[in-house]
């Protein structure tokens, strides 16, 4: 399989090369130069397959001519070592919990998938690879966890100082290693500009190798296909059509979703949903897709306002909008109808949502009105105990700690403090030379 750049001004390039590139020379997205299919009878017998199968014959023909078929089932049992259940709400509703992995939310499975393939191409390579990734959150614990220990690879993680939750800066701050974090005097804009700017910088990148871990990775982006088919190996006694939820900041999950549909699995209809930055849903009434500065929200995992995975979805579907809204809807929502979902449902069902999840719900039933006899599944994304204060103030409850998240609030945080892109440079090319 080779990978083009959607700015199309780039060369093709292999799975190897796009996942240490990250993104192409001429700053476009990588994009599979076809979509294969899986045979009818991989769907057929899906309830006969295990996790490990599925993900296997799902990801090989986007990984095979650059991951030995082994290596590559190695990888995959060491990535998917946790379960992925499908719970039931309601009668026709269900939610498919994402957040069983080692930092409780769904952006495990990517990050571990790409440190992997990471590690086993940095064996090839002259010269250490550093990961470098700025986060407002979830992305630093899952990428931080994901590369520990990995050989030939260092991740440095930089964040806004005071702007992430205690539970995500011990994340990030805790485990040493391979792995440091800068601790940034600003905000997550400012952290993000500084990575950019060391893209940029011709003379730091003639010195290091250096790659990004954000979601646009396809190495990251991929595998997370296969949320959607273990959700459907778990629904398909049903027997009734498929709806997905699914609450989108980047629009990654979703479209790797769309995907999986794109390979053939059998899903009616996909509903993006999101917090108030509703650059998407307005796309989908106007057909004008104008970005703006993102808002902050109680589900602030999906404060973007300019999906950058968004150009994706809209590559699948060849940029024809009228084939793209027979099978995506998309709807946006407050924190107030968010914190009122919340509630509904655990007065309703005792299940306890994370706001993200809960606007993942919200769009789902949305469409669920004027869809009678679906099977809807919205995915939650984060567990509670990781929007903690959230949950306290709007149910009065609070979740049972789990043991991941237990064994943090006993080790000690390390960090290096930085103040702007002159510091990082000068880390970055010191800790280059050790
Ligand atoms: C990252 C994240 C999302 C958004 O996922 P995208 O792929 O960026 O759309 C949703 N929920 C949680 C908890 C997240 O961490």
Redesign the pocket.
Request: proline share 9%.
């Given at each position: 399989m080779k990978y083009f750049s959607l700015n199309k001004k780039a060369p093709k390039v292999s799975f190897r090369e796009a996942v240490i590139r990250g993104i192409a020379p001429d700053r476009g997205l990588y994009f599979p130069e076809e979509i294969p299919q899986l045979p009818l009878s991989f769907f057929e017998n899906i309830e006969e397959k295990s996790s490990h199968e599925i993900a296997y014959e799902a990801i090989h023909p986007f990984v095979k001519e650059d991951i030995p078929d082994q290596e590559l089932m190695r990888i995959i049992e060491k990535v998917l070592d946790f379960d992925f259940p499908l719970v039931p709400i309601d009668e026709n509703t269900a939610t498919l919990e994402l957040f069983h992995g080692p930092t409780m939310?769904?952006?495990d499975v990517g990050a571990r998938f790409m440190a992997n393939c990471l590690g086993y191409f940095s064996g090839d390579e002259q010269q250490d690879i550093t990961v470098l990734v700025a986060t407002s959150g979830?992305?630093g614990g899952a990428v931080a966890n994901g590369f520990l220990g990995v050989e030939g690879v260092k991740v440095v993680i930089l964040y806004p100082s005071g702007k992430v939750s205690d539970i995500q800066e011990r994340q990030l701050t805790t485990l040493g290693q391979n792995i440091t974090a800068l601790e940034v005097d600003g905000t997550f804009d400012d952290c993000q500009r500084m990575v950019k700017n060391a893209f940029l910088d011709d003379d730091l990148l003639s010195q290091m190798k250096l790659t990004s871990a954000n979601?646009i990775n396809i190495a990251r982006w991929l595998p997370q296909m296969f949320y959607f088919l273990f959700a459907y190996k778990q629904m398909k006694s049903q027997g009734k059509e498929l709806a997905f939820s699914v609450?989108?900041?980047?629009?990654?999950?979703?479209c790797a979703g769309m995907m999986a549909f794109q390979l053939g699995m059998p899903v009616k209809h996909f509903v993006a949903a999101t917090n108030v930055n509703d650059t998407v849903p307005q796309f989908m009434k106007t057909r004008s897709y104008d970005p703006k500065p993102s808002t902050a929200t109680i589900s602030n995992?999906?404060d973007?306002g300019d999906?950058s995975?968004f150009i994706r979805i809209r590559e699948i579907y060849k940029d024809n909008f009228d084939v793209l809204k027979n099978h995506l809807h998309s709807y946006s929502y407050t924190d107030e109808a968010t914190r009122k979902a919340m509630k509904h449902v655990y007065n309703s069902t005792g299940y306890i949502m994370?706001p993200?999840g809960a606007v993942g719900y919200l769009g789902l039933k949305k469409y669920m009105e004027t869809h009678d006899g679906t099977y809807g599944i919205f995915l939650e994304?984060?567990h509670p105990i990781k929007f903690l204060d959230v949950v306290e103030s709007t149910l009065a409850v609070s979740p049972e700690m789990p043991p991941q998240i237990a064994q943090l609030m006993h080790r000690d945080k390390q960090s290096i403090p930085i103040k702007d892109y002159q510091e990082l440079k000068e880390f970055l090319t010191d800790s280059n030379t050790v």
């Open positions: 939310a769904f952006k979830d992305t979601s609450p989108s900041g980047n629009f990654g999950n979703i995992a999906m973007v999906p995975n994370d993200h994304t984060a």
